[in-house]
């Protein structure tokens, strides 16, 4: 299915094995596309109350929903060119690469074995980012932040900010400040640990196999294994 125009209407359902979209598509409650083992490739805009895209492989440019988000792009990349705003927004695909990705609620973000690439401010409520390494830049929670980068590397490039945060990889590097009115727990079972700026919550925890780098601490109680 090739899409240049403009598809609009209260509920926008598109049903096809590969989707290729220069146009626009709005639905006013939901907009739901679903490429059946084939790729879904979107440089337009898609705009609605709940979204949901499923292919294999997806390509997108701005999301741009009042309720949640869901991407799924199953054994293949999801690649998120645009903003992606909504409530809840989950993105899921065999590795993610993304810009900017807003939630008033909670995000999750999964690369399954592959690494996630997050060039912009990710924020929301609670957000969880997993993948076979993670890269970042500023993520913003008002509730927990979650990165596990699995058996690869934590690069954290930008600010990082929520109550209790965590931290996880086969070895982490920290860039900017990470502030925590919780707990803070970076954990490095398998390598280093690299921190550039300030490290602050209520209690701090570091775990790493090897030296811990630092250029200094804030908290109430603070743990270097």
């Given amino acids: 299915m090739d899409v240049k125009g403009t598809i609009s209407g209260d509920d926008v359902v598109l049903n096809t094995t590969g989707l290729t979209m220069s146009g626009s ?3 006013t409650n939901t907009v739901d596309i679903n490429s059946t083992g084939a790729l879904v490739d979107m440089s337009g805009k898609v705009s609605g109350g709940n979204i949901s895209i499923d292919g294999l492989g997806v390509n997108t440019g701005i999301v741009d929903a009042t ?3 869901n991407v799924n792009a199953g054994t293949g990349a999801a690649n998120l060119n645009g903003k992606v705003s ?6 899921t695909g065999e590795g993610v690469n993304a810009n900017e990705i807003a939630g008033s609620g909670n995000v999750q973000v999964d690369g399954k074995n592959s690494a996630v690439n997050l060039n912009g401010t990710v924020s929301g409520k609670d957000i969880a980012v997993a993948g076979t390494g993670v890269n970042a830049s500023t ?3 008002t509730g927990t932040v979650n ?6 590397l934590a690069n954290l490039n930008g600010k ?3 109550t209790d945060i965590t931290v996880g990889g086969t070895g982490v590097n ?12 970076i954990n490095s079972e398998n390598g280093l640990v690299d921190i550039d700026a300030a490290v602050s919550g209520t209690d701090v925890y570091i775990d790493g196999l090897g030296p811990v780098s630092y250029t200094h601490l804030r908290a109430h109680e603070t743990s270097q294994d």
């Fill in 67 to 69: 309720g949640i988000v």
């Fill in 147 to 152: 990165v596990n980068a699995g058996t690869g």
């Fill in 25 to 27: 598509i709005d639905g």
């Fill in 139 to 141: 993520i913003t929670g």
């Fill in 160 to 162: 990082v900010s929520g």
């Fill in 174 to 185: 920290l860039k900017d400040t990470i502030t925590g009115t919780g707990a803070v727990d």
């Fill in 86 to 91: 909504g409530t809840d927004i989950t993105v």
